[in-house]
């Protein structure tokens, strides 16, 4: 979509731009700018050189506020409106202010009738800032355009990532009966490790501490959490962690001698530290339905790059066979995340998963499993929407089961006190190895 026609979607917003009495003055600038630089001039100047085509936007919002009928305006307003239709423009429109906002993590439009934001884990209701169905879809139009998406009655859903990295998810009806939704899930810029964690009350120094062990022992490590536990917020003092942020705090315990392979849906890990890194991500079919590139495709694919680890962002479906059999042909120390509800879950949730693709006995797959995934640790939300870890337990082969889960550590809230059931088998392993020092693993045992 060029800008000229997002300039033209931009006209059936109207004064949904934000709410308040202004919007017909937001109105006038657009003429105004628009016999300064044409939509169309403007459009190939942003395909050349986005950051000049905002340049040369904001130059022309200056000349226009120099004519007679800008007189007497306050400066204040004159930037609000300019803000206002760079947004338009590049950005969201009515949702930029929001996207733009840290502390904010979710926001959510549902339709014309509402709209809600998550900040710090907890929902909280906005001022409705669409007026009818055109204005909303105009908006979605202009977020998907850049990325080479579209959505209409016969593809009503669309999930994909924004520049910055977010994620996007449009729905539109026949599918959403109450008129046309968009979420929009962000990530941090940053990366936590296992100490700013500990800091923050997610978890405490023996569970950081044998986190960071796991790792380093290159054993292989499934992080689980519900819909909605993996996304981290550490703004004027509140926190959270969940299965994103934890995995990437555990990839920051590898060492930089190491070549690390990711796999995503929609790339969300970040790794600002470790030198050598190489990410891929999944594609969906194009609007003439080929060119889909699947989670399965890429892990086949990462086994031929020579990966010290292999990390998949979140296994989903027959991909994890492939992710069970990296995990027993030498690539130890992989890591990758789960929807599951406890350790126990995990394993029926990969036996599902992996029968989604092939037809193979359940003995089989399980013990696949407890073969491939030594360390399950999950992850919950608290009531205030804080995330912790809240429970760590070691996969083995079992007497009447092929795979079982035994508990190593519990935490029943975030206001109670973890719970040690024993110390897990593999840390006497690595001490005979030389990867731990005896002294470290008694002193640990002692607290």
């Not at 710090?120 to 998907?144: C, K, N, P, W």
């Not at 850049?146 to 016969?154: H, I, T």
Request: with cysteine; glycine share 8%; net charge negative.
């Amino acid at each position: 979509m060029t800008l000229s026609s997002r300039v033209r979607l931009a006209e059936a917003e109207g004064t949904a731009i934000r709410a308040r009495d202004d919007g017909w003055m937001l109105d006038e600038l657009k003429e105004d700018v628009g016999r300064i630089i044409p939509g169309d001039v403007l459009a190939r100047l942003a395909d050349e050189n986005p950051r000049r085509a905002r340049s040369e936007l904001q130059s022309a919002c200056k000349q226009a506020f120099a004519s007679p009928r800008w007189a007497g305006r306050s400066n204040e307003l004159k930037a609000r409106l300019s803000h206002d239709l760079e947004d338009i423009v590049f950005g969201m429109g009515p949702l930029q202010s929001l996207v733009e906002d840290p502390t904010i993590t979710e926001v959510m439009v549902n339709g014309t009738s509402s709209l809600f934001i998550e900040r710090s884990g907890l929902l909280e209701r906005e001022t409705a800032v669409f007026t009818d169905e055109a204005q909303v879809r105009a908006l979605i139009d202009r977020i998907l355009a850049p990325l080479g998406r579209r959505v209409d009655e016969s593809s009503p859903m669309v999930d994909a990532r924004l520049p910055g990295g977010h994620r996007v998810n449009v729905v539109i009806p026949p599918i959403a009966l109450d008129g046309p939704t968009i979420t929009i899930r962000k990530f941090a810029n940053t990366t936590m490790t296992l100490g700013d964690m500990q800091r923050a009350g997610s978890l405490d120094g023996r569970v950081s501490r044998l986190l960071a062990w796991a790792v380093r022992t290159r054993k292989n490590i499934a992080v689980l959490g519900g819909t909605g536990s993996g996304e981290y917020i550490a703004i004027m003092g509140e926190s959270g962690a969940g299965k994103t942020t934890l995995l990437n705090a555990l990839s920051c315990e590898i060492p930089a001698t190491e070549r690390i392979v990711t796999i995503e849906d929609s790339a969300e890990l970040r790794f600002t530290e470790h030198p050598h890194v190489v990410r891929m991500e999944a594609r969906k079919t194009n609007a003439e339905g080929v060119g889909e590139v699947t989670i399965r495709d890429l892990v086949r694919n990462a086994l031929r790059m020579r990966p010290d680890r292999i990390i998949v962002g979140e296994c989903r479906g027959a991909e994890t066979l492939e992710m069970l059999q990296a995990m027993n042909t030498g690539h130890d120390g992989s890591l990758t995340t789960l929807h599951a509800n406890s350790p126990e879950d995990m394993i029926i949730r990969l036996v599902t998963m992996v029968r989604y693709g092939f037809d193979l006995p359940v003995e089989v797959i399980e013990e696949n499993i407890a073969s491939a995934i030594d360390v399950a640790v999950q992850t919950s939300r608290s009531r205030d929407g804080t995330r912790f870890v809240s429970a760590i337990a070691e996969m083995h082969r079992g007497e009447n089961s092929a795979c079982v889960a035994d508990p190593v550590f519990t935490r029943r809230s975030l206001e109670s006190e973890g719970v040690w059931a024993r110390a897990p088998s593999w840390l006497d392993d690595a001490i005979d190895m030389g990867l731990i020092e005896r002294g470290e693993v008694a002193s640990w045992k002692r607290a």
